[in-house]
């Protein structure tokens, strides 16, 4: 018996499921430097984003403590709890014997091996994590692995509208490209938590000028970004429309950034261009392809012609895509349909960071998930948010444009084999596609400041009502991922936040209780959230049970030890174990951006959502050819659920003054 046990968020066509860290990483109140409703005309959304005088963007690295190991102890009890909710008691006393025989048995003696690894590296999980979660994985990136979301600024400066895609993209890329150049100069201010914890700002090394290439048995990510104390780094972005590619140098002769009117003419030229032309041929799909299949096909291209080499170079080099979309998307959830499975005509999906701008000047957003999680997107999204904001969508600076050479388009040298290679790999993307399933949920009864008003945390109170939702609909608890930030360490990245607990069962149990007065339930409810935050806690010093399980069954790997019968039992997979976790969730923080990717398992949600001062967005993706879930329905249970909580809040507030 085998075990599948790749911690990535991906499915192949038939559902063998890998799972992975979520979209975003969770944060807390303080961990993003900038909150809504922090911005104001005296503060410019740059200067808020800046270090403050003699401080840099990575200075505090060094100083970052090594990522910890826990304990084997503690790792078992903490995985012993998370089974309790979705076994029989038979199957309970079965597992308690297993961990037991584990404990003493071939579990301390890898445990023991693991220990010694740990204290060679300052992260013992950074290069098992981005190759089992990421890189060794064979089936396609997109739309099983790839991230998306959608740009907030139509919510108030810039609704759809036609005629608008190529100013707004130019204004977008002007202020990414902003965000791009403070961690160049290392003017980005260190991250914190709320503890005044500094976090690893290793993610913003990554995010740019980074690309992952196809390998036969193991991708590889290149990385082409360089601090200012560093060196040179290139200069250029990967502009794709209508299926044809190429390179706009955003900076001039003295390195200095173009201007938004001088990148609207650029992105005009190509606008026009291709409007002109017969579509490409769209070589952007390959990205698609099976990824041992589009090694090969990589290795053909690059090969068969100079040119196709150093157009690949240029590619992998590029800062970022910019994407000049033909769609018309009509909501948030179509954006969201679009930017994540919509038509691959102009992705490029082992690219980092994708902006998508519209027909209609909508914008999204598709990005690897490899080099980041998604808190590093929501940190540049939402200072263009910030941005756009301040200067009420337009551009107030200069309007001279000055003479510049025109884009570079790249032609790319085909073979028959390519070209069949750029068919298959589109037709099993949109077979996948189609399977895609998603909508945004908007909830505006309240939000971050009521549930606060009663020293509750927002996202607690999110994944109570994950869990209150799905049992109300399905009878069962749901195994539950969240993301939990390990930031505070040296590389860290996340750490599994497994919410289905026996405190949030029994209240769940509780709130069908008609003998059950409404002080019972919401003392239950809070020792529900007790239990949540203790977990949360835990999973930010790397103290929950995955990724040391992932460790321990990795160095059985290794050492060529059989594998151990803990990761063979049913208990592991029933409580989400090997990528079954079927409600897959992530909170985005207290900004306005949204985002999110594919559900782990064919019959299960991925839930991902931000929290407001008083709104809260949640978007729910599914796979249409589950015959178990439904977005309609899940959604409306979802805002019933809200509601039934904001009652038993209120039911408190006026008991207390009574």
């Known amino acids: 018996m085998s075990i599948r046990f790749h911690l990535s968020r991906t499915q192949s066509p038939t559902f063998c499921l890998r799972t992975s860290a979520v979209s975003t990483e969770f944060t807390t109140l303080n961990d993003h430097p900038i909150q809504p409703g922090s911005f104001n005309t005296a503060m410019s959304a740059t200067t808020m984003y800046q270090c403050s005088p003699g401080e840099k963007t990575f200075v505090y690295q060094d100083r970052l403590p090594s990522l910890p190991l826990p304990s084997l102890s503690h790792t ?15 199957e309970y006393m079965q597992t308690s014997f297993v961990i037991r025989q584990f404990k003493v048995g071939v579990g301390k003696e890898l445990h023991e091996k693991l220990e010694e690894k740990a204290k060679k590296e300052r992260n013992w999980l950074e290069s098992w994590w981005q190759n089992v979660a990421y890189l060794d994985i064979r089936t396609p990136i997109a739309p099983f692995i790839s991230t998306g ?46 503890h005044g914890n500094f976090l690893c700002m290793n993610q913003f090394y990554l995010i740019f000028n980074t690309c992952r290439v196809p390998g036969k048995k193991r991708d590889q990510l290149l990385h082409f970004f360089k601090t200012e104390s560093e060196g040179d780094i290139p200069q250029h972005v990967m502009v794709l429309c209508s299926g044809h590619v190429f390179i706009l ?22 606008r026009d261009t291709c409007d002109q032309q017969p579509k490409g041929p769209s070589v952007g799909i390959l990205t698609a392809h099976n990824r041992s299949t589009w090694a090969e096909l990589h290795s053909e291209l690059q090969s068969i012609h100079p040119d196709n080499y150093r157009n690949l170079k240029l590619i992998e080099e590029s800062i970022m895509v910019v ?51 998604g808190m590093a997107n929501v940190v540049v999204t939402y200072y263009i948010d910030c941005c756009v904001k301040e200067n009420k969508g337009v551009w107030n600076g200069s309007q001279e444009v000055r003479e510049l050479p025109l884009p570079e388009k790249l032609n790319f040298y085909l073979n028959d084999h ?65 993301t939990g930030t390990t930031r505070v360490y040296w590389h860290g990245r996340t750490e599994t936040i497994r919410s289905c607990t026996m405190e949030a069962l029994q ?69 989400g174990g090997g990528g079954n976790f079927v409600l ?75």
């Open 249 to 270: 140098t955003v900076t001039d002769d003295y390195k200095e950034q173009l201007t938004p009117p001088e990148l609207q003419k650029q992105l005009q030229y190509i």
């Open 507 to 575: 209240w769940i149990k509780a709130m069908a209780d008609p003998l059950l007065s409404p002080s019972e339930k919401l003392n239950l409810m809070l020792e529900a959230a007790e239990k949540h935050n203790q977990l949360r806690s835990e999973a930010q010093k790397n103290q929950g049970c995955d990724r040391h399980l992932l460790g321990l069954y990795l160095i059985a790997m290794e050492e060529g030890v059989p594998i151990p019968q803990l990761f063979l039992e049913p208990a592991f997979v029933k409580s």
């Open 323 to 373: 994407t000049l979309e033909d769609t018309s998307p009509k909501n948030e959830t179509e954006m969201f349909q679009d930017a994540i499975a919509g038509n691959p005509t102009n992705r490029w999906f082992d690219k980092s960071v994708n902006l998508i701008a519209f027909k209609n000047g909508l914008m999204g957003s598709n990005n690897d998930h490899a080099p980041i999680d």
């Open 584 to 658: 897959s969730t992530s909170f985005l923080g207290f900004t306005t951006c949204l985002g999110g990717c594919a559900a782990m398992v064919k019959d299960g949600y991925g839930c991902f959502y931000n929290i407001e001062p008083k709104r809260m967005s949640i978007f729910i993706s599914r796979w249409q050819n589950s015959s178990v879930t439904n977005l309609e329905t899940f959604g409306n249970c979802l805002v019933d659920c809200l509601d039934e909580m904001k009652e038993l809040l209120e039911h408190k507030s006026t008991t207390a003054r009574l």
């Open 149 to 194: 979301g959608t740009g907030p600024y139509y919510k108030h400066y810039w609704p759809a509208k036609d005629g608008t895609q190529i100013e707004r993209c130019a204004l977008c890329l002007y202020y990414t490209l902003q965000c791009w150049k403070m961690i160049y100069k290392e003017e980005m201010r260190p991250e914190k938590d709320r």
């Open 418 to 482: 390519l070209y069949q290679g750029i068919k298959e790999a589109k037709d099993m993307y949109l077979e996948s596609a189609k399977l895609f399933d998603c909508k945004v949920v908007d909830y505006n009864k309240y939000g971050r400041q009521f549930v606060r008003a009663f020293n509750l945390h927002p996202d607690t109170h999110m994944q109570l009502t994950l869990q209150y939702t799905y049992y109300k609909l399905y009878g069962k608890p749901a195994p539950t991922y969240e």
């Open 76 to 90: 078992l009890e903490k995985y012993l709890q998370s089974v309790r909710p979705h076994v029989s008691d038979e």
